[in-house]
């Protein structure tokens, strides 16, 4: 039901109140965690596109039109938003409507020991936070096709994205990726071409790799089985990265997968149109 809004642009056509008179501008609609796709009529060499107080990748269309892709993140505010597109003698502005997602809950129970931390645990914990954290920020020189992106394995999502997650009962932060049951050792198939930003063992994230694509897209993967590629690596779309397994904290054989552009955690549904 999300992807009904992915990619979608929608239809409402209203006149610019800022801007150069007699360009339009459109109300796009999306939810918390989708990537949408908008464009703009204005041309011009060089455009770029602005929303949520930052910048976003646009790509030239035939006639010198241009598109570009805004990520919402999960725990955007819903409202509506003001965007802008910028030329060098011209500007546009159109509005970005946000609805709340409609998140699962869910609820595990693990070990004691992999819910209640002691120092050393938690120094490791926020070790690894920095490192993914630092490594979500690296650029990767690549132009991808964010439109056409398939699911690194198929399998059954035993914790969709953005569930508001129990562990033990306890309230914890929203599950920021999609969890994909498969057997242990299921090939995980790279879906675009992309650079290695960090392949590490982490304590509850087990074995992880992070992928950076280009246009601020970047993926994680984790509780693989082992880690058999390495950091700066190129991986072509198509290649296998590894293998699922159930490292770190995981109930059972699953491949964890977070979907992240320029910033903005996104519902790997969005990217695929539920291909799985
Ligand atoms: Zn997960």
């Not at 132009?143 to 914790?159: A, F, N, R």
């Not at 509850?204 to 390495?230: A, C």
């Amino acid at each position: 039901m999300k992807a009904a809004y992915s990619f979608a642009w929608v239809l409402i056509v209203f006149n610019a109140v800022c801007g150069v008179q007699g360009v339009r501008a459109h109300e796009w609609h999306a939810v918390q965690g989708d990537i949408v796709r908008v464009e703009t009529k204005l041309a011009g060499p060089h455009v770029s596109l602005w929303c949520f107080g930052k910048s976003w990748p646009v790509r030239m269309l035939p006639k010198g039109r241009w598109m570009g892709w805004i990520g919402v993140d999960m725990e955007q505010k819903p409202g509506n938003y003001h965007i802008h597109w910028i030329s060098e003698a011209q500007r546009a502005s159109g509005q970005l409507q946000v609805n709340p997602g409609h998140f699962r809950i869910s609820r595990i129970t693990v070990e004691k020991k992999m819910a209640v931390f002691d120092a050393k645990a938690l120094a490791r914990i926020r070790a690894d936070h920095a490192a993914l954290k630092k490594a979500y920020g690296i650029k990767v020189d690549a132009l991808p096709d964010i439109s056409m992106v398939k699911p690194p394995i198929h399998g059954v999502v035993s914790t969709p994205f953005g569930a508001r997650r129990y562990v033990n009962g306890e309230p914890r932060s929203p599950h920021s990726g999609m969890d994909i049951a498969a057997p242990e050792g299921t090939p995980i198939v790279n879906p675009l071409a992309g650079r290695v930003l960090l392949a590490e063992s982490m304590f509850l994230n087990g074995n992880t790799v992070v992928l950076g694509y280009g246009r601020g897209l970047v993926m994680v993967y984790s509780h693989l089985k082992d880690l058999h590629i390495h950091q700066g690596a190129w991986i072509g779309a198509g290649k296998t990265l590894g293998e699922v397994g159930q490292t770190g904290r995981a109930t059972g054989p699953h491949l964890h997968w977070g979907v992240r552009f320029n910033g903005a955690r996104i519902n790997p549904d969005s990217l695929t149109g539920h291909a799985r």
